[in-house]
T-cell receptor
Framework: QKEVEQNSGPLSVPEGAIASLNCTYSDRGSQSFFWYRQYSGKSPELIMS????GDKEDGRFTAQLNKASQYVSLLIRDSQPSDSATYLCAVNIRGRSGGSNYKLTFGKGTLLTVNP | EAQVTQNPRYLITVTGKKLTVTCSQN?????MSWYRQDPGLGLRQIYYSMNVEVTDKGDVPEGYKVSRKEKRNFPLILESPSPNQTSLYFC?????????????FGPGTRLLVL
């Protein structure tokens, strides 16, 4: 099983709709979960982090975490054309040596297109 | 301004000609790493460094070297580049610990090896 999996998309939504992006991960010991946004040819930009089960809201973005199901999602409300980008799910997974060595492991990303 | 910088941003070279991509951060972060990003393969870690003089291989280290002589700098060295190293490279530095690390990326270096 891949360590972090995302639907590759593309996901297409109309302007003003809710976009829902999903991610599953393999390491039950993971404690930190992140969503990055990446515009074409640019560097990934951190938009949300979540550490506890439940929802975390920041403006139009809501991250949801369910550790029992090893599932993390990102909801984008009132989607705008400027939200069109690739969204990367990232999970801190314990390294092979264990202990406190965590490696940020990325999914391959979901391409989101918001149509005006 | 807190940032991670990389140079050069774009580079075209030929097979076998040694090159170095520099990376510098001004946030006093201990942990730094290099990634490459390729279509369909996502971000893959090349090397990382947990502190000065401490470096280790990531997932795809073949053909690369790194050094960490100072906390702020973490250069990536391609001693004999090959066309399969054509890629988009990102340097990153990390803050936090105990599984709650947050990582920040540089602007990227697009490399073409002919």
């Amino acid at each position: 099983q891949k360590e972090v999996e995302q639907n590759s998309g593309p996901l297409s939504v109309p302007e003003g709709a809710i976009a829902s992006l999903n991610c599953t991960y393999s390491d039950r010991g993971s404690q930190s979960f992140f969503w990055y946004r990446q515009y074409s040819g640019k560097s990934p930009e951190l938009i949300m982090s979540i550490y506890s089960n439940g929802d975390k809201e920041d403006g139009r973005f809501t991250a949801q975490l369910n550790k029992a199901s090893q599932y993390v999602s990102l909801l984008i409300r009132d989607s705008q054309p400027s939200d069109s980008a690739t969204y990367l799910c990232a999970v801190n997974i314990r390294g092979r040596s264990g202990g406190s060595n965590y490696k940020l492991t990325f999914g391959k990303g979901t391409l989101l297109t918001v149509n005006p | 301004e807190a940032q991670v910088t990389q140079n050069p941003r774009y580079l075209i070279t030929v097979t076998g000609k040694k090159l170095t991509v520099t990376c510098s951060q001004n946030m006093n972060h201990e942990y730094m790493s290099w990634y490459r990003q390729d279509p369909g393969l996502g971000l893959r870690q090349i090397y990382y460094s947990m502190n000065v003089e401490v470096t280790d291989k990531g997932d795809v280290p073949e053909g690369y070297k790194v050094s960490r002589k100072e906390k702020r700098n973490f250069p990536l060295i391609l001693e004999s580049p090959s066309p399969n190293q054509t890629s988009l490279y990102f340097c990153a530095s990390r803050v936090g610990g105990g599984g709650q690390e947050t990582q920040y990326f540089g602007p990227g270096t697009r490399l073409l090896v002919l």
